[in-house]
């Protein structure tokens, strides 16, 4: 008895810690990331002087806000404890029927949306298969994936058709004050996703979701809606980036997704989010999709051939994860000899 | 206390055979089976032997990724390299083809080896050092992916006569060969369920917290997990060199879904401590099966993937579905 009662305080006492821990580590997380990312593009420099101008850093944010956008959503299912697989197909499914219903052609301002809708459809869909029959999110996520890709390539007869649209090609191709338009929208994007992740009650209701559902329900949090709610905003954020892609290529095709999967649940996690759930922010985010982007393409203007790129690229998200363990943080703060309570 | 010890035994009594067919095994078997009678009603070529060896060889490679992939899943943890690691081991076996059967025995060493290094790999990183699984096994698999692309950067060279005949042929024309290497690995997985480290993966995976506090050295555990698992997809390299006799440094990348598919048909849990091994070799023959059978009914194979999700949802809800109705309890 005595022991069990000396386990318990064990667990009680680490537990109180975390909060105080938790508030630091995901602020010094982000910063590291983004000192990390401009490391990196000054060291590119001794590589090859045409790396770290002006315009390379430009080109980064041009290509990481496709990034940026898709691991919103992908950040808000895992920030409940789930996990969202069905992006790529989703971000395929949109720009495919982005070129073949809409095209150059006109009505792009109902249609788009409309499309925006059908992908949310999509995420209605697995966001139904979880909540209400049960089915891990790992494999309804992966079932509505198979679906919509088979839907797809059916659909197009396996090879997509028609244009892009005029007004995605101005947001993805257009530029004001020598700075591209997507670099405005990624800023833009940024903060109205930290506001919605961090300072408004819905979000505040993800992070109560995700570390304690039961909880989350005894509080008062509407537990369907809040647990339905993220699928379809990650279905439609990767709607709108299979549009983006659309307009920065002016054409779709039926693999434009497949290269968004790993790197979407990377970024998160990257960001020092946890990927159970319950915490993170969108900052450290932002910051991972941007690191994920420099080094790719700091790495393809070395000019290595793909496989040493491939080992690089998994090198390097190796060793962040290793340099963000937590334990790493409790020994920085081990060093600076500040006094803590039941730790 | 008391009433644990009264009630243990008498629960498994009543419940043996009954477990067996509401077991996720048991499901996926009746649906294997039920999806072989409609496939032989459209191709009465499907009883011949010639046909099921075909079929067999098809699935081998999936089945034993899928063993593989179980373990892990089980003890609560999720590996993505099952792609990296067969991709390398299939590019391995076609860039360094070794002849005959010694030849076949040296090239079987080597992807168990070099599967067992990656899973120690992934053993130490999320074991060990406690990165998250996902996240972990996601850089291996990358690193896993660009090492298959430095030794063979297109699709091309030979895997060896002997191991591409001889693997995908019958014994005494009946029996086929790559079937009696699943068979290995559920051989072994019988055995390896009743030592303290099989347990213990059960214990782990069911509640981490409870089995350390009662003696499981956890780490052991999940170290031991993931180097077992490195060394079936291995083994799965192996067999699906056998069956393309060539090498692709993508050949594993199918595998990484399709994997979890098989686990998760096979009625293992995926946030781990229950199912088994022979229930994912079964999900991964069904997902096999199926698009044999869609394609003898003339469905387009454009739409084969419509086809595997919806029986991939429907196999759990009705699994879970069916296993509330006899009583056994899906949270136990």
Redesign the interface.
């Known amino acids: 008895m005595t022991s069990q009662v000396d386990v318990m305080s064990k667990f009680q006492a680490e537990q109180d810690t975390r909060k105080a821990r938790r508030i630091d580590r995901h602020t010094v997380s982000a910063i590291a990331v983004f000192v990390l990312c401009v490391v990196l593009i000054l060291a590119s420099r001794l590589v090859s002087p045409s790396l770290g101008s002006w315009q390379q850093v430009l080109t980064v944010l041009t290509l990481a806000s496709f990034l940026v956008v898709l691991s919103f959503g992908q950040g808000l299912v895992i920030l409940t404890g789930g996990l969202d697989l069905s992006l790529p197909a989703v971000i395929t499914l949109g720009g495919v029927l982005t070129t073949t219903w809409i095209g150059n052609g006109p009505g792009a301002w109902y249609m788009l949306p409309f499309v925006l809708a059908i992908c949310g459809g999509v995420g209605l869909a697995s966001a139904i298969g979880i909540v209400w029959l049960k089915v891990p999110p790992f494999i309804m996520t992966m079932a509505t994936s198979i679906i919509v890709s088979s839907a797809a390539l059916g659909l197009t007869n396996g090879t997509p058709r028609g244009a892009s649209p005029d007004v995605l090609l101005l947001l993805m191709k257009g530029s004001w004050l020598g700075i591209p338009a997507p670099v405005y929208f990624l800023v833009i994007f940024a903060v109205v996703g930290w506001i919605v992740q961090s300072r408004t009650v819905f979000g505040r209701y993800l992070y109560a979701l995700g570390t304690n559902r039961d909880a989350a329900r005894i509080a008062g949090v509407p537990i369907t809606l809040v647990s339905v709610l993220p699928y379809v905003i990650s279905a439609v954020c990767a709607g709108f980036v299979g549009m983006m892609l659309v307009g920065y290529a002016n054409g779709a095709t039926l693999r434009m997704g497949d290269n968004y999967m790993l790197p979407s649940i990377a970024a998160v996690v990257i960001g020092g989010s946890s990927i159970l759930g319950g915490n993170g922010n969108f900052a450290g985010t932002v910051g991972g999709a941007i690191l994920l982007t420099t080094v790719g393409t700091v790495i393809a203007a070395i000019g290595l051939e793909q496989g040493l790129r491939t080992i690089i690229e998994g090198g390097i998200i190796l060793v962040a994860l290793l340099l963000l363990r937590e334990e790493l943080f409790e020994r920085l703060r081990g060093l600076s000899g500040k006094p803590r309570s039941g730790g | 206390m008391a009433s644990l010890t009264h009630s243990t035994p008498h629960r498994m009594r009543r419940a043996q055979p009954m477990k067996l067919l509401t077991s996720g095994a048991g499901i996926v078997f009746v649906l294997y089976v039920l999806l072989y009678a409609i496939y032989a009603s459209l191709q009465p070529s499907a009883l011949s032997s010639s046909t099921f060896t075909n079929l067999v060889n098809n699935s081998v490679p999936l089945a034993i990724a899928a063993a593989g992939e179980t373990l892990v899943v089980l003890s609560r943890g999720f590996d ?1 390299s099952v792609a990296g690691v067969i991709s390398l081991t299939n590019v391995l076996m076609a860039v360094y083809p070794q002849e005959g059967p010694f030849g076949a025995l040296v090239s079987l060493a080597i992807c168990l080896a070099v599967g067992g290094i990656v899973g120690a790999v992934n053993g130490w ?1 999320v074991a060990i ?4 699984a ?3 096994t ?14 063979l ?1 297109a699709p091309g060279g030979m895997v060896a006569d002997w191991v591409s005949y001889e693997l995908t042929d019958r014994l005494f024309g009946v029996l086929p060969i790559s079937g009696l290497f699943v068979l290995a690995v559920v051989l072994a997985w019988l055995v390896f369920k009743r030592t303290n480290l099989g347990l213990g993966l059960y214990a782990v995976g069911a509640d981490e917290q409870a089995a350390s ?1 009662s003696g499981i050295s956890v780490i052991k555990v999940r170290f031991a997990a993931f180097v077992g698992a490195g060394m079936i997809y291995g083994l799965a390299g192996f067999m699906l060199s056998a069956q393309t006799a060539t090498g692709n ?1 993508n050949s594993g990348t199918p595998f990484l ?1 399709l994997a ?2 098989a686990v ?1 048909l096979g009625g293992t849990s ?2 781990g401590g229950r199912g088994g091994l022979i229930g994912s070799i079964l999900g991964a023959a069904t997902l096999m099966l199926l698009q044999k059978v869609l394609f003898s009914g003339g469905v ?1 194979s ?5 086809f ?3 029986v ?2 429907l196999a ?2 009705f699994g ?1 579905a069916f296993a509330r109705l006899t009583g056994r309890r899906t949270t136990a």
């Open positions: 993505l990183l050092l406690r990165l998250q996902i996240a972990a996601l850089a291996t698999m990358i690193v896993c992916q660009g090492l298959a692309l430095v030794i950067d506090l440094p879904m979890f598919a998760a995926l946030s387009s454009f739409y084969t993937g419509i595997q999700g919806v991939l949802v759990i809800v879970s």
